[in-house]
């Protein structure tokens, strides 16, 4: 074979390589960003149920106020209507 011809050989070998390595690098990219893309969501989403948890544990301290508030009322006035047994 000739000089020429196995330098045009290896350039194509070279060129073929190159364009595979590209492609792969592509594909590990676009996965990569994929994967980001996914895990954001999946944060996003716990926040959101975090935030929403929090509104109902307020929302149930609120109420937990008002019952004692109520039991506190209750324990007093019959602690007044409470006759003497002496």
């Excluded at 792969?24 to 929403?52: F, K």
């Excluded at 109902?56 to 019959?78: F, G, I, P, S, Y």
Aim: hydrophobic fraction near 45%; avoid cysteine.
């Amino acid at each position: 074979m000739s000089t020429i011809a196995i330098i045009v050989i290896a350039v194509v070998a070279l060129a073929v390589l190159l364009f595979v390595a590209r492609a792969v690098a592509q594909r590990r990219r676009i996965a990569r960003e994929r994967r980001v893309q996914r895990l954001e969501a999946e944060a996003e989403g716990h926040r959101s149920m975090a935030a929403d948890h929090q509104q109902k544990a307020d929302q149930l301290r609120e109420r937990a106020e008002t019952e004692e508030e109520r039991a506190t009322r209750h324990a007093d006035r019959a602690a007044e209507v409470q006759p003497d047994r002496s």
